[in-house]
């Protein structure tokens, strides 16, 4: 569940382009973007071959994702899994160079209509519900019965509608 989130929360951090003819980051990110790619570092400090099997076990069970940057401030995030599809309105902005989606900053690439991101998750321990539990070591959280998940660094790959 908090990979989900996390590829939620950081896959929807999208846009940043030269200021050529005055174009803002603001402007860039409006409109709608999909998620094409994405792979995981060997290593947590964002190093090493990536590995793209897990994006490609999700596409073959139907799962996409799709961002729609509003110029009011809000992003629709829809999720479609297995035949169903969740959307849920977040809130954007962006500060400086960087686009932030309910207070979560990343810096993002534009090359023509693809955008790159990268970016890491701490390791946590989440119980059988999906809810992480804070403040536990790893062997803590696996003597509850609870499954713990390394930190680990992910790059992705958004392309305009």
Do not use: H, P
């Amino acid at each position: 569940m908090k990979f989900v989130t996390i590829i939620i929360c950081c896959l929807a951090l999208i846009a940043c382009e030269d200021d050529a003819d005055d174009v803002t980051l603001s402007d860039d990110v409006l409109g709608g973007w999909s998620i094409t790619n994405m792979g995981q570092f060997a290593n947590a400090d964002c190093s090493g071959d990536l590995d793209y099997t897990g994006w490609a076990l999700a596409v073959a069970f139907g799962v996409s994702m799709e961002y729609s940057f509003n110029a009011d401030g809000t992003v629709d995030v829809s999720t479609t899994a297995f035949g169903m599809t969740e959307t849920e309105t977040l809130s954007w902005d962006v500060d400086g160079d960087q686009l932030c989606i309910e207070g979560e900053c990343e810096t993002v690439d534009l090359s023509g209509d693809a955008i790159t991101i990268v970016t890491s998750a701490d390791a946590y321990c989440e119980d059988d519900m999906g809810d992480e539990i804070d403040g536990v070591t790893m062997t803590e959280c696996e003597a509850a019965g609870n499954d713990w998940y390394e930190a680990a660094c992910y790059e992705f790959t958004a392309t305009r509608q």
